[in-house]
């Protein structure tokens, strides 16, 4: 599935490197810093890794008679660097690469097909977080577990799912993993690429996977169980219960906060009064994190020792990474309401082009093997889009077929026999010889 992964090195930074991430520069543009910097901790000392702190907000304005929103502050600076892993090797950083131009590829074609009418349903792009979706679930291991979310499609092509899987699932093929009888990303799969799928109600995964976790360890074994939520919908009452449980149960939950900077029309300096949301990991009591969305290297690290940290035993992590939603909430939503300013400024960003540039700079790649990859990549996507479009759309007789889950399902233990200590009362009728009749 992926690049075996480098043994885990623990960094932590001294106070004296500590500085606080509400400092900015006088012209408004943001504090900007070097690909060597240490990290940096906000003012509620949450751990801050990335190397360019914004300056910059919305404010409403009502112009001849219409409301709209417009950015105030400095959006003409130009991106950092990244930030160089502490653990990804060369062919690490290329593969997640590659997977980013996959996730990429695949939705632009996705697009494509719901312009032709050949799509079921509606389209949700993650332009603009490949980086995010990608080294994110490239920083789990076999028998971790995985939540995605609609704009998470680049995970599954991390966990295993190729890139016809996801267009017949849109087309509604029969070869779609659900056979023809769900739309868009909803799918997952238990048994290979541990994988749950994704549910409508925001927030209802959180639970989910703290209960995978929780099963997990039950079997005797912890695992990482890696799920996303948006800044929307972090304030639903399922994420704080789920993402609670998680935390107090010590559930090695990993919660990616994308702080993509709209909930649907909603811009987040809207929705909540703190200034960044991985503040709230301190209510729940558990390690929280910073990272810049569009700088696959930070994620990577940051979901890498959550990771770690889950294996141990030590419980849940809430990571905050912020980008842009560089679409609407859909095919169907222009993004009127966004201000074309921010679309600008995160365009600069894109996570894609940084790592690109980030790979010939250090000279991991040529620019003749960059060519030939982007090839290879595009090949790919050109023979799934083929195959799934020359695929055959379900029987109507088979419609209700694999849609419930009746007593003859048997779903096995995933880690082994559940373990458990007995009680006083189970060891007291077991000397007794007490019999229970139902």
Sequence with gaps: ?????????????????????????????????????????????????????????????????????????????????????????????????????????????????????????????????????????????????????????????????????????YMAKSGAPTGGRDAGSHFGDKHKHHIAAPISMLGDLIPVLAGVALGARMQGKNIACLTWVGDGGQSTGPTYEGFNFAAVQKLGVILIVENNLWAYSTPVDRQVACRDLADRAIGYGVPGFIVDGTDPNQVYDVTYEAAQRAYAGEGATLIEAKMMRMRGHAMHDAAAYVPKDYFEYWKKRDPIVRMEKYLLE??????????????????????????????????????????????????GFGYGKPKFKKSDKQRAAKSTGAVHLS
Aim: charged share 30%; proline share 5%; net charge neutral.
């Design 1 to 169: 599935m992926k690049a075996k992964l480098n043994k885990a090195r623990e960094k932590s930074a001294s106070p004296a490197e500590r500085s606080h991430s509400g400092t900015h520069s006088a012209n408004g543009a943001g504090t900007k810093f070097k690909s060597g910097e240490p990290i940096r901790f906000n003012s509620h000392g949450i751990p801050d890794y990335r190397l360019e702190v914004p300056d910059f907000h919305t404010v409403e304005e009502w112009v001849d008679g219409e409301f709209r929103y417009k950015v105030e502050g400095d959006l003409s600076v130009e991106p950092p660097p990244l930030r160089d892993s502490k653990y990804l090797n060369k062919e690490q950083t290329i593969d997640i690469y590659r997977y980013m131009l996959l996730n990429r590829k695949m939705e632009q074609t996705l697009e494509n097909l719901f312009k032709q009418q050949k799509v079921v349903g509606g389209v949700y792009l993650g332009l603009g977080q490949e980086g995010c979706s990608c080294a994110s679930a490239y920083g789990l291991r076999e028998g971790d577990w995985i939540g995605p979310m609609i704009r998470n499609q680049g995970a599954l092509l991390v966990r295993g799912f190729k890139p016809r899987d996801v267009m017949m699932q």
């Design 362 to 411: 250090k000279r991991w790649l040529s620019e003749k093997e960059n060519t030939a990859l982007i090839a290879a990549v595009q090949k790919q996507i050109d023979e799934d889009r083929d195959f799934a479009d020359a695929s055959p759309y379900p029987e109507g007789s088979t419609a209700g077929e694999r849609v419930f889950c009746d007593n003859a399902v048997e779903i």
